[in-house]
Protein backbone atom coordinates (compact mmCIF):
# COMPACT_ATOMS: atom_id res chain seq x y z
CA UNK A 1 0.00 0.00 0.00
CA UNK A 2 0.99 3.48 -1.20
CA UNK A 3 2.32 5.96 1.51
CA UNK A 4 -0.60 8.49 0.07
CA UNK A 5 -2.98 5.58 0.59
CA UNK A 6 -1.57 4.73 3.87
CA UNK A 7 -2.40 8.69 4.67
CA UNK A 8 -6.06 7.97 3.52
CA UNK A 9 -6.59 5.24 5.39
CA UNK A 10 -5.21 6.41 8.63
CA UNK A 11 -7.09 9.63 7.98
CA UNK A 12 -10.21 8.59 9.73
CA UNK A 13 -8.38 7.70 12.98
CA UNK A 14 -6.43 11.22 13.20
CA UNK A 15 -9.45 12.49 13.03
CA UNK A 16 -10.94 10.30 15.90
CA UNK A 17 -8.43 11.01 17.71
CA UNK A 18 -8.43 15.08 17.58
CA UNK A 19 -11.81 15.27 18.70
CA UNK A 20 -11.05 13.04 21.85
CA UNK A 21 -8.50 15.82 22.36
CA UNK A 22 -10.80 18.68 21.89
CA UNK A 23 -13.79 17.29 23.86
CA UNK A 24 -11.25 16.40 26.17
CA UNK A 25 -10.38 20.12 26.65
CA UNK A 26 -13.68 20.89 26.94
CA UNK A 27 -14.68 18.46 29.57
CA UNK A 28 -11.49 20.22 31.80
CA UNK A 29 -13.07 23.60 30.99
CA UNK A 30 -16.63 22.70 31.91
CA UNK A 31 -14.88 21.16 35.64
CA UNK A 32 -13.04 24.20 35.64
CA UNK A 33 -16.17 26.86 35.60
CA UNK A 34 -17.99 24.24 37.93
CA UNK A 35 -15.39 24.65 40.22
CA UNK A 36 -14.87 28.48 39.77
CA UNK A 37 -18.67 28.72 40.22
CA UNK A 38 -19.07 26.51 43.39
CA UNK A 39 -16.97 29.79 44.98
CA UNK A 40 -19.32 32.59 43.58
CA UNK A 41 -22.10 30.27 44.94
CA UNK A 42 -20.20 29.74 48.40
CA UNK A 43 -19.65 33.39 48.88
CA UNK A 44 -23.01 34.15 48.00
CA UNK A 45 -23.90 32.53 49.87
CA UNK A 46 -22.20 34.23 52.98
CA UNK A 47 -23.82 37.06 51.95
CA UNK A 48 -27.01 35.96 52.38
CA UNK A 49 -26.05 34.39 56.20
CA UNK A 50 -25.07 37.37 56.74
CA UNK A 51 -27.84 39.57 55.53
CA UNK A 52 -27.95 41.85 58.28
CA UNK A 53 -24.42 43.48 57.80
CA UNK A 54 -25.07 43.87 54.31
CA UNK A 55 -28.21 46.02 54.55
CA UNK A 56 -26.11 48.08 57.47
CA UNK A 57 -22.96 48.17 54.82
CA UNK A 58 -25.45 49.49 52.25
CA UNK A 59 -27.07 52.19 54.80
CA UNK A 60 -23.99 53.44 55.10
CA UNK A 61 -22.95 53.29 51.90
CA UNK A 62 -25.63 55.19 50.27
CA UNK A 63 -25.56 57.54 53.45
CA UNK A 64 -22.00 57.67 52.85
CA UNK A 65 -22.75 58.82 48.86
CA UNK A 66 -25.78 61.39 49.82
CA UNK A 67 -23.18 63.19 51.90
CA UNK A 68 -20.00 63.47 49.27
CA UNK A 69 -22.78 64.31 46.70
CA UNK A 70 -24.72 67.32 49.02
CA UNK A 71 -21.42 68.84 49.09
CA UNK A 72 -21.11 69.83 45.36
CA UNK A 73 -24.86 70.67 46.06
CA UNK A 74 -24.47 73.17 48.66
CA UNK A 75 -21.08 74.47 47.43
CA UNK A 76 -22.40 77.78 46.11
CA UNK A 77 -24.32 78.02 50.19
CA UNK A 78 -20.51 77.67 51.71
CA UNK A 79 -18.20 79.65 49.30
CA UNK A 80 -21.35 82.38 48.78
CA UNK A 81 -20.12 82.82 44.84
CA UNK A 82 -21.94 81.51 41.80
CA UNK A 83 -20.69 77.81 40.71
CA UNK A 84 -21.80 75.01 38.38
CA UNK A 85 -23.27 72.70 41.69
CA UNK A 86 -24.40 70.41 38.34
CA UNK A 87 -20.79 70.06 37.34
CA UNK A 88 -19.39 69.51 40.76
CA UNK A 89 -22.27 67.15 41.75
CA UNK A 90 -21.27 65.18 38.96
CA UNK A 91 -17.57 65.39 39.68
CA UNK A 92 -18.42 63.92 43.31
CA UNK A 93 -20.76 61.13 42.34
CA UNK A 94 -18.32 59.59 39.44
CA UNK A 95 -15.34 59.65 42.49
CA UNK A 96 -18.03 58.30 45.12
CA UNK A 97 -19.63 55.59 42.62
CA UNK A 98 -16.28 54.87 40.94
CA UNK A 99 -14.27 54.50 43.91
CA UNK A 100 -17.41 52.40 45.86
CA UNK A 101 -17.00 49.89 42.79
CA UNK A 102 -13.26 49.25 42.46
CA UNK A 103 -13.00 49.73 46.27
CA UNK A 104 -15.20 46.51 46.68
CA UNK A 105 -13.36 44.61 44.94
CA UNK A 106 -10.36 44.85 46.17
CA UNK A 107 -11.99 44.45 49.80
CA UNK A 108 -13.79 41.11 48.15
CA UNK A 109 -10.43 39.78 46.46
CA UNK A 110 -7.77 41.03 49.58
CA UNK A 111 -9.83 39.61 52.55
CA UNK A 112 -11.02 36.28 51.00
CA UNK A 113 -8.47 34.60 53.64
CA UNK A 114 -9.63 36.49 56.26
CA UNK A 115 -13.19 35.41 55.58
CA UNK A 116 -11.37 31.93 55.06
CA UNK A 117 -10.18 31.91 58.82
CA UNK A 118 -13.36 33.33 60.33
CA UNK A 119 -15.59 30.76 58.95
CA UNK A 120 -13.37 27.87 59.67
CA UNK A 121 -12.22 26.91 56.24
CA UNK A 122 -9.27 27.95 55.05
CA UNK A 123 -7.33 24.05 55.34
CA UNK A 124 -10.54 23.06 53.21
CA UNK A 125 -9.90 25.28 50.77
CA UNK A 126 -6.04 25.79 50.11
CA UNK A 127 -6.03 21.72 50.57
CA UNK A 128 -8.77 21.11 47.66
CA UNK A 129 -7.74 19.32 44.56
CA UNK A 130 -7.93 22.43 41.95
CA UNK A 131 -5.71 25.13 41.11
CA UNK A 132 -5.03 28.50 42.63
CA UNK A 133 -6.14 29.71 39.44
CA UNK A 134 -9.50 28.35 39.26
CA UNK A 135 -9.98 29.78 43.04
CA UNK A 136 -8.88 32.80 41.99
CA UNK A 137 -11.24 32.83 38.54
CA UNK A 138 -14.00 32.26 41.48
CA UNK A 139 -13.27 34.67 43.63
CA UNK A 140 -12.66 37.85 41.14
CA UNK A 141 -15.89 36.69 39.26
CA UNK A 142 -17.68 36.88 42.87
CA UNK A 143 -16.29 40.18 43.47
CA UNK A 144 -16.88 42.10 40.55
CA UNK A 145 -20.70 40.53 40.21
CA UNK A 146 -20.82 41.56 43.81
CA UNK A 147 -19.31 45.36 43.55
CA UNK A 148 -21.39 45.54 40.12
CA UNK A 149 -24.83 44.95 42.40
CA UNK A 150 -23.74 46.88 45.14
CA UNK A 151 -22.87 49.83 43.25
CA UNK A 152 -25.82 49.72 40.96
CA UNK A 153 -28.15 49.70 44.27
CA UNK A 154 -26.49 53.19 45.65
CA UNK A 155 -26.78 54.88 42.17
CA UNK A 156 -30.12 53.73 41.41
CA UNK A 157 -30.92 55.47 45.41
CA UNK A 158 -28.54 58.87 44.40
CA UNK A 159 -30.76 59.65 41.48
CA UNK A 160 -33.93 59.76 43.33
CA UNK A 161 -32.24 62.60 45.00
CA UNK A 162 -30.61 64.27 42.19
CA UNK A 163 -31.77 65.94 38.80
CA UNK A 164 -28.84 64.22 36.78
CA UNK A 165 -28.12 65.29 33.31
CA UNK A 166 -26.25 62.82 31.18
CA UNK A 167 -27.42 63.39 27.67
CA UNK A 168 -23.82 64.62 26.36
CA UNK A 169 -21.90 61.93 28.46
CA UNK A 170 -20.01 58.97 26.43
CA UNK A 171 -21.54 56.36 28.81
CA UNK A 172 -20.12 53.67 26.39
CA UNK A 173 -16.70 55.24 27.02
CA UNK A 174 -17.04 55.46 30.48
CA UNK A 175 -18.32 51.75 30.84
CA UNK A 176 -15.22 50.86 29.32
CA UNK A 177 -12.60 52.83 31.17
CA UNK A 178 -14.88 51.06 34.57
CA UNK A 179 -13.75 47.35 33.35
CA UNK A 180 -10.49 48.35 32.65
CA UNK A 181 -10.24 49.53 36.36
CA UNK A 182 -11.49 46.71 37.57
CA UNK A 183 -9.43 44.45 35.63
CA UNK A 184 -6.23 46.61 37.52
CA UNK A 185 -7.84 46.03 40.89
CA UNK A 186 -8.65 42.46 40.28
CA UNK A 187 -4.64 42.28 40.09
CA UNK A 188 -3.99 44.40 43.41
CA UNK A 189 -6.09 42.63 45.35
CA UNK A 190 -4.29 39.35 45.08
CA UNK A 191 -1.49 40.76 45.25
CA UNK A 192 -3.01 42.43 48.98
CA UNK A 193 -4.48 38.96 49.61
CA UNK A 194 -0.88 37.76 50.41
CA UNK A 195 -0.85 40.08 53.56
CA UNK A 196 -3.45 38.24 55.68
CA UNK A 197 -2.18 35.09 54.58
CA UNK A 198 1.33 35.72 55.92
CA UNK A 199 0.42 38.02 58.71
CA UNK A 200 -3.07 36.60 60.50
CA UNK A 201 -2.76 39.10 63.42
CA UNK A 202 -2.49 41.83 61.03
CA UNK A 203 -3.11 40.68 57.77
CA UNK A 204 -6.36 42.52 57.19
CA UNK A 205 -5.74 45.77 58.83
CA UNK A 206 -2.72 46.57 56.74
CA UNK A 207 -5.36 45.82 53.41
CA UNK A 208 -7.05 48.43 54.73
CA UNK A 209 -4.24 50.80 55.24
CA UNK A 210 -3.35 50.03 51.35
CA UNK A 211 -6.92 50.90 49.98
CA UNK A 212 -6.89 53.67 52.02
CA UNK A 213 -3.35 54.83 51.08
CA UNK A 214 -5.06 54.45 47.32
CA UNK A 215 -8.06 56.69 48.21
CA UNK A 216 -5.48 59.48 49.14
CA UNK A 217 -3.33 59.62 46.32
CA UNK A 218 -5.70 58.76 43.30
CA UNK A 219 -7.99 62.04 43.18
CA UNK A 220 -10.71 60.66 44.52
CA UNK A 221 -12.96 64.03 45.44
CA UNK A 222 -10.36 66.13 44.28
CA UNK A 223 -7.66 66.59 41.12
CA UNK A 224 -4.54 65.10 42.35
CA UNK A 225 -2.97 68.45 41.41
CA UNK A 226 -4.10 70.03 44.61
CA UNK A 227 -2.00 67.26 46.07
CA UNK A 228 1.45 68.17 47.67
CA UNK A 229 4.31 68.25 45.24
CA UNK A 230 5.87 65.17 46.49
CA UNK A 231 2.53 62.89 46.49
CA UNK A 232 1.74 63.49 42.95
CA UNK A 233 4.15 61.38 41.61
CA UNK A 234 2.69 58.46 43.49
CA UNK A 235 -0.96 58.90 42.16
CA UNK A 236 0.37 58.31 38.75
CA UNK A 237 1.13 54.82 39.79
CA UNK A 238 -2.24 54.16 41.29
CA UNK A 239 -4.90 52.40 38.50
CA UNK A 240 -7.38 54.13 40.39
CA UNK A 241 -5.80 57.77 39.33
CA UNK A 242 -6.21 57.04 35.43
CA UNK A 243 -10.12 55.62 35.97
CA UNK A 244 -11.57 58.02 37.80
CA UNK A 245 -9.92 60.62 35.37
CA UNK A 246 -10.92 58.38 32.44
CA UNK A 247 -14.61 58.46 33.78
CA UNK A 248 -14.88 62.14 34.51
CA UNK A 249 -13.73 63.19 30.55
CA UNK A 250 -16.00 60.58 29.41
CA UNK A 251 -18.94 61.78 31.73
CA UNK A 252 -18.28 65.14 32.04
CA UNK A 253 -16.37 66.57 28.82
CA UNK A 254 -17.63 63.64 26.27
CA UNK A 255 -15.15 62.68 25.27
CA UNK A 256 -14.86 59.96 22.34
CA UNK A 257 -14.08 55.81 23.07
CA UNK A 258 -11.04 56.40 21.56
CA UNK A 259 -9.45 59.32 22.75
CA UNK A 260 -10.06 57.93 26.03
CA UNK A 261 -6.80 54.94 25.63
CA UNK A 262 -4.21 57.54 27.24
CA UNK A 263 -6.84 56.63 30.55
CA UNK A 264 -7.13 52.74 29.70
CA UNK A 265 -3.38 51.47 28.59
CA UNK A 266 -2.34 52.19 32.59
CA UNK A 267 -5.36 50.52 33.91
CA UNK A 268 -4.54 47.34 31.75
CA UNK A 269 -0.88 47.38 32.10
CA UNK A 270 -1.67 47.21 35.78
CA UNK A 271 -3.82 44.47 35.34
CA UNK A 272 -1.57 42.81 32.72
CA UNK A 273 0.93 43.02 35.34
CA UNK A 274 -0.37 42.71 38.32
CA UNK A 275 -2.41 39.41 38.17
CA UNK A 276 0.52 37.30 37.37
CA UNK A 277 2.38 38.64 39.82
CA UNK A 278 -0.18 38.11 43.10
CA UNK A 279 -0.55 34.70 41.27
CA UNK A 280 3.04 34.16 41.74
CA UNK A 281 3.56 36.06 45.05
CA UNK A 282 0.64 34.19 46.47
CA UNK A 283 1.46 30.74 45.25
CA UNK A 284 4.57 31.23 47.15
CA UNK A 285 3.18 32.70 50.14
CA UNK A 286 0.31 30.35 50.10
CA UNK A 287 3.90 27.32 50.55
CA UNK A 288 5.29 29.51 53.20
CA UNK A 289 2.46 29.13 55.03
CA UNK A 290 1.55 25.52 55.00
CA UNK A 291 5.17 25.04 56.06
CA UNK A 292 5.43 27.24 58.78
CA UNK A 293 1.19 26.03 59.87
CA UNK A 294 0.29 29.81 59.67
CA UNK A 295 -2.98 28.20 57.95
CA UNK A 296 -4.06 27.08 61.40
CA UNK A 297 -3.83 30.55 63.27
CA UNK A 298 -6.80 32.25 63.45
CA UNK A 299 -5.50 35.22 64.07
Do not use: K, T
Given at each position: MSKKQNAVYDNPYRIQRKRSAIGDMQHALIRT?????????????????YWGWEVVWLAYSIANTLSITYIGAGMEAISGVQVDTHYLILYLLIGTMVWRFLAIIFDNISEMIAWERWEGTIEYTLMAPITRLTHMMGQTTFAVAYSLLFTLVILGV???FFQLDLSGANLWGATVVLLSGSFSFIGLGIVASVLPLLFPERGAQMTN??????????????PVEVLPAWIQPLARVSPATFVLEGMRAAILRGVSTASLWPYLWPALLAGVVSIPLGLTVFHQAEKYAKRTGKLKRDG
Open positions: WRASYAFVERNFNLVRRVVLVLQAVFLLISGVYY
